[in-house]
């Protein structure tokens, strides 16, 4: 795949699922956007890691609509155009019903939609104008497979990504026309730092085995199916949801 003259900006791209799309886009000849909130060190290390030039970092709070906005902006300024969106920045926050108090359980779904779905619809609302000014674009939203099976100690983080389905699928409808095309991809659980915790502490084994390969995803894994999808060809499947997850979690 030969992404030359393509802008791409990943967001949360400092480390885990983003930091391997940056690096794989970059081998592939595009300029990449590289998007961090508080990690100005892990975004560095991301950026100079990257092969090639004209690669920058950004930083802004997503759920902020104001920094949604201005990111954006930022990146067409300063890279000239967005060709295509990595909406991967997400996060985790354990409310078990039955343990968190009612001011957490409050924080988490705040901190949590904001990020997840209110920041990602933000950035696809501002990036989506210039796509379509320019003639079209791609939008590849990294969803999880806990929208479809549920999240009992993270309720907030399955339904933020059920609402980052629906949202893509409602504006694939939106934009085909505009030849602005949008994906989602599923993973379940991918070894980042955001799931090392879990990884290596007693649950480990028994989340390795949830798939009958006895292991779980590599971030590059997930980072070859978003450059399929952000390729040319790809058009007629704007709507899909991509399962990734080892067959842990099969939807009908």
């Not at 990602?120 to 990294?142: E, K, P």
């Not at 390795?208 to 779980?216: D, E, F, I, K, T």
Request: charged share 15%.
């Amino acid at each position: 795949m030969d992404f030359t003259n393509t802008t791409v900006l990943v967001t949360g791209a400092s480390r885990g699922i983003g930091k391997a799309t940056a690096r794989f886009f970059a081998q592939a000849g595009a300029q990449v956007a590289v998007h961090y909130h508080n990690d100005y060190d892990a975004a560095r290390h991301t950026l100079t890691s990257l092969p090639g030039v004209g690669h920058a970092t950004f930083q802004a709070d997503i759920s902020n609509p104001g920094d949604a906005s201005m990111l954006v902006d930022s990146v067409v300024r300063t890279m000239g155009k967005i060709d295509v969106l990595i909406n991967n920045a997400g996060i985790y926050m354990r409310h078990d019903l039955l343990c968190a108090s009612y001011e957490q359980w409050q924080q988490s779904w705040i901190r949590t939609v904001g990020v997840n779905l209110l920041g990602a619809a933000n950035v696809t609302f501002c990036a989506a104008q210039y796509m379509i000014r320019q003639g079209g674009g791609r939008i590849i939203n990294i969803s999880s497979r806990g929208a479809f099976r549920g999240e009992p100690d993270a309720p907030a983080y399955g339904a933020s990504k059920a609402g980052l389905n629906a949202m893509s699928q409602s504006m694939a409808q939106a934009l085909a026309p505009h030849k602005v095309f949008v994906f989602v991809l599923a993973p379940g659980w991918v070894e980042t730092d955001m799931a090392l915790p879990h990884l290596s502490g007693p649950e480990g084994n028994a989340i390795r085995n949830q798939s009958p390969l006895g292991r779980v995803a590599q971030p590059e894994e997930m980072a070859r199916i978003i450059l399929f999808l952000a390729s040319p060809g790809s058009d007629y499947m704007t709507g899909c949801i991509i399962d990734a997850n080892g067959a842990s979690y099969l939807r009908s």
